[in-house]
């Protein structure tokens, strides 16, 4: 990776994290697959990973560098927390979603999404959060009120709500 960042997501999977990182990559613009260590036969009775395979990749997506592990199936993925794509166009909205829920994604509500990988994602209009915090609390409310209706977040229902139509 081009430099080292402080703090560095560590997304932890069974066996998939190369598979993972190559198709994050392939749905983000200025994206990159970094490093893969692999691991040894040192430590087996610990990791129990075969030597040879892979023990994590390194990859950058429009400038956020992340690491996927293969750490073993103790862990997994939950909806507390999540990885949010702001999105300034419905065309953006509806690439996202439809990349990411793509061969066995999950769509959720209020513009959440599951990846085949099972991480979870918000895919949402930068708009919105101005929306919801705007002072006009009747024009949040409606806001709001559309956005519970959603799974994929529709922008243009969005504003009409906040336009109060």
């Given amino acids: 990776m081009a430099s ?7 997304l932890w999977y069974d066996n998939q994290a190369e598979e993972a990182a190559r198709f994050y990559v392939s749905v983000f613009r200025d994206s ?9 036969a040192e430590g087996h009775d610990i990791h129990g990973r075969p030597a ?30 999540s990885l949010m794509i702001n999105c300034h166009s419905q065309e953006e909205i509806d690439y996202y979603w439809d990349a990411l829920t793509a061969n066995g994604g999950q769509p959720s509500e209020c513009g959440w999404l ?17 929306l919801l915090r705007d002072p006009d609390r009747r024009k949040a409310d409606r806001v709001m009120h559309a956005m519970l ?12 709500a906040a336009e109060g139509a």
């Fill in 114 to 130: 599951k990846d085949r990988f099972g991480v979870s994602w918000q895919v949402a209009p930068v708009q919105l959060d101005e």
């Fill in 52 to 81: 040879g395979s892979v023990m994590t990749v390194e990859f950058v997506l429009e400038g956020q560098s992340f690491l996927a592990l293969n750490g073993g199936p103790q862990f997994t993925f939950t909806e507390a927390i």
């Fill in 4 to 10: 080292l960042q402080r703090i560095n997501p560590c």
């Fill in 32 to 40: 990159s697959l970094g490093a893969v260590s692999y691991y040894s």
């Fill in 149 to 160: 209706q959603m799974q994929k977040i529709d922008l243009a229902e969005i504003m009409r």
